[in-house]
């Protein structure tokens, strides 16, 4: 360093120092001339011993004094900046967001309405495809629930779960192209993870929902089953389809790409898809393995359809349900697990978004 000050008294300084600014010359490009090492009239070596000799002595003394001075904390300055803005204690947040949480689920919630608007594949993944599929499905088994009760009916059913549980699957790799974006934000720490994971579920549950009860609605039409098997069918599909939504959503929250997120839900969809009575049952299964009935939400849901529609059609053809092992009376056991294993789920799916694929500055 050559000088510390005004650059008003640059010139005066330079010239005690022994070079005068002649009277027709820039100030400037005499500075650049005698600090610029190499040059013709280069005197940065006299300057900086100038300097030191001159100036910094002061300038120590000034920074030891400053050190001893208390000054203002980050809080301290934000209420002094408030005071002079005539706010005295209003609007301060002392945290690491600057707006509280429900500004940031407002601000997120209201961003993923527009962009949702904005891009109708969206919309259509989520409710066009599944009513094209329920067209398809229903056209397929139109009318079966006009013959008498039996395997059709049973393997129906079981389709019908199955479509309904793949319902979010094609979700995961747009969950996670979001969740990088969230990465990038939450570690400026404009809003907080929790903000952004309920934000997406007011919009993308609402969408799925609508598009998960109008398969299971045309499917049922085309089928011609009785009315009376309407609320035991969707309230156990919509149930499944909770349960599956919430382990996709995890599944995208804890896999790096779309590619190994899909290589993680494959194996729980053949467990759940295959230990249901239909393609494994209790009776086929070794005993090593019963447990996993108790925990397999298809089975569940699946015992609990055919069961009441056995018990509609007088308990004829009631072989088939001792075949597949289905018990009776497990309904509330069977929606106690599967809600417990969503809100699992769904926790885990928080603490997976908050510790996991962080991004490395």
């Known amino acids: 360093m050559a000088y510390c000050g005004p650059m008003s008294k640059a010139s005066s300084y330079v010239a005690a120092c022994g070079y005068p600014i002649p009277d027709q010359a820039n100030p400037t490009d005499l500075y650049l001339d005698l600090l610029t090492p190499g040059a013709e009239f280069d005197a940065s070596d006299a300057l900086v011993a100038a300097f030191t000799q001159r100036q910094k002595p002061d300038i120590d003394l000034v920074v030891k004094e400053a050190g001893t001075v208390i000054g203002h904390t980050t809080k301290g300055m934000l209420m002094a900046a408030r005071e002079l803005q005539g706010l005295e204690g209003k609007g301060v947040r002392f945290g690491a967001y600057a707006a509280p949480f429900y500004v940031q689920l407002r601000t997120l919630l209201s961003r993923k309405v527009r962009i949702t608007l904005r891009n109708p594949g969206a919309i259509g993944m989520q409710i066009l495809m599944p009513m094209i599929t329920g067209v398809v499905v229903g056209t397929i088994f139109q009318g079966i629930g006009k013959i008498d009760f039996g395997i059709p009916q049973v393997l129906f059913i079981f389709i019908l779960l199955t479509i309904l549980s793949l319902q979010s699957l094609p979700l995961m790799p747009a969950l996670i192209e979001e969740r990088t974006f969230m990465k990038h934000e939450t570690s400026e720490r404009l809003y907080m993870e929790s903000a952004h994971i309920l934000a997406t579920m007011l919009v993308t549950v609402p969408l799925s929902l609508i598009g998960a009860a109008s398969q299971t609605l045309i499917i049922y039409a085309f089928a011609g089953l ?21 382990l996709f959503q995890f599944v995208a929250a804890v896999a790096p790409d779309g590619e190994q997120a899909m290589t993680m839900a494959t194996p729980w969809l053949v467990v759940f898809m295959l230990f249901n009575g239909v393609v494994v049952t209790k009776a086929t299964a070794p005993i090593f393995l019963h447990w996993v009935f108790e925990i397999s939400p298809t089975s569940y849901a699946l015992q609990a359809i055919v069961l009441r529609m056995t018990e509609s059609s007088g308990g004829e053809n009631n072989f088939y349900v001792k075949s597949m092992g289905f018990q009776s009376g497990q309904d509330m056991q069977g929606i106690a697990v599967i809600l417990c294993m969503t809100i699992l789920l769904r926790l885990m799916h ?11 500055k």
């Open 226 to 246: 009785p009315s009376e098997f309407l609320p035991t069918i969707l309230g156990w599909t919509l149930l499944l389809f909770f349960m599956f939504d919430a």
């Open 350 to 360: 928080v603490l997976a978004l908050r510790f996991l694929n962080n991004i490395q």
